[in-house]
């Protein structure tokens, strides 16, 4: 069964301190994996794309890793800001139709205290 | 920012209602998708369409119906609401082209109470 599990469910961290969110997933065959940002009351917000060939990218202080072997992303936030309160949801896309079925995990629920 | 509206951004509405849920971007894509999203939960892929004419049933069997006349408008409706509607509903839209390189853009959503 196709699956995205992330981890912790929740987290909280003082304001300039780094994190580090966790997304396994089981899903075959793998195209890409996204990672999301969503305010509350807001839809989500790309943040990174990564195909099978790549295994790191950054977009400002958040910087996505992909292990496609041991079927592992974990998303690293830097000096964190109020602003990156959110939930944090890892997306995994498969090959086996035209749509690129979306797998989406529950999400990392992040607070940051000034 | 992605330039994808939603209305209603919040509606309480009685059981038996027909309600419609609008979305519409101006981005020129041709791929849109209506999300049903629980607290906690992750999303489900309820609607989605290829272009004008195109809609497909998602992954969650859903009550709601949507139509794609125009390619920037992509309306939700429910013909007799109940309160097991009662979600948010998320409307996104991404660009043609190779499935792994096309973000999609998310409206703020709409969040519906049925009473």
């Known amino acids: 069964k196709n699956q995205v599990e992330q981890s912790p469910q929740s987290l909280i961290i003082l304001e300039g301190k780094n994190c580090t969110l966790q997304?396994?997933?089981?899903?075959?065959?793998?195209?890409?994996l996204r990672w999301y940002k969503q305010d509350t009351g807001r839809g989500p917000v790309s943040l990174t794309i990564?195909?099978?060939?790549?295994n790191t990218k950054s977009n400002g202080r958040y910087t996505a890793t992909l292990d496609a072997d041991t079927k592992q992303s974990s998303l690293h936030i830097t000096a964190s800001q109020l602003s990156d309160s959110a939930s944090y949801i890892c997306?995994?896309?498969?090959?086996?139709?035209?749509?690129?079925?979306?797998?989406f995990g529950r999400g990392t629920q992040l607070t940051v205290w000034p | 920012e992605a330039d994808i509206y939603q209305t209603p951004r919040y509606l309480v509405i009685g059981t038996g209602k027909k309600i419609t849920l609008e979305c519409s971007q101006t981005?020129?894509?041709?791929?849109m998708y209506w999300y049903q999203q629980d607290p906690g939960m992750e999303l489900h892929l309820i609607h989605y369409?290829?272009?004008?004419?195109?809609?497909e049933k998602g992954d969650l069997s859903s009550e709601s119906t949507v139509s794609r006349i125009r390619t920037e408008h992509f309306p939700l409706t429910l013909e007799s609401a109940r309160p097991s509607h009662t979600s948010q509903y998320l409307c996104?839209?991404?660009?043609?082209?190779?499935?792994?390189?096309?973000?999609?853009?998310f409206g703020d959503g709409t969040r519906l109470s049925i009473l």
């Open positions: 996104a839209s991404s660009d043609r082209g190779e499935e792994s390189n096309q973000p999609q853009h």
């Open positions: 997304c396994n997933y089981t899903v075959s065959p793998f195209s890409n």
């Open positions: 990564m195909t099978f060939s790549e």
């Open positions: 997306v995994v896309s498969d090959r086996g139709s035209t749509l690129g079925r979306l797998y």
């Open positions: 981005m020129g894509h041709d791929k």
């Open positions: 369409s290829y272009g004008v004419n195109s809609t």
